[in-house]
């Protein structure tokens, strides 16, 4: 399968604000977070179909997300993940003596992965602190 180097940023959104308000283990905050908006003509030069899953790497991580056409304007050679708990996978710890990671303007990897499943908010968190054990803490 082809891969495809893109720039990510993330940011807030309108749909992420509303989910975290329900709550990170709400079905509605998986929906609005566990994508990745690129460039239709980025997803086709990685044989990408909208609505599918890709498997989004960084330096520091990786996460299975669901790609998806820009809600917003997306140029070509940029992604964007919504903030949350799937960009936080991907993040580069750095802060540039900021304090604050740093959230837009890393390279990534972007690949096909259809038969990858998203993990949830839940499994995520608790997997990066050796947690998760199958749904059972």
Known sequence: MAKIHLNMITQRSIEE?????????????FIACSICEMNPE???KAGIW???NVRVTS????????????????????????????ANQVVPPRT????????????????P??????????????GAVGLWQGGKI
């Open 17 to 29: 604000g509303a989910a975290m308000e329900q709550g990170k283990t709400n079905p509605n905050y």
């Open 42 to 44: 980025d997803m086709r």
């Open 50 to 52: 909208k609505n599918t």
């Open 59 to 86: 330096e520091c991580g990786t996460v299975i997300v669901k790609a998806i056409e820009p809600t917003q304007y997306c140029p070509p050679g940029l992604a964007h993940i919504r903030q949350g708990v799937w």
């Open 96 to 111: 540039q003596s900021t304090g604050t990671p740093q959230y837009s303007g890393f390279p990534v990897t972007i690949e």
């Open 113 to 126: 992965a259809p038969n990858e499943r998203i993990k949830t908010a839940l499994e995520l968190v608790q």
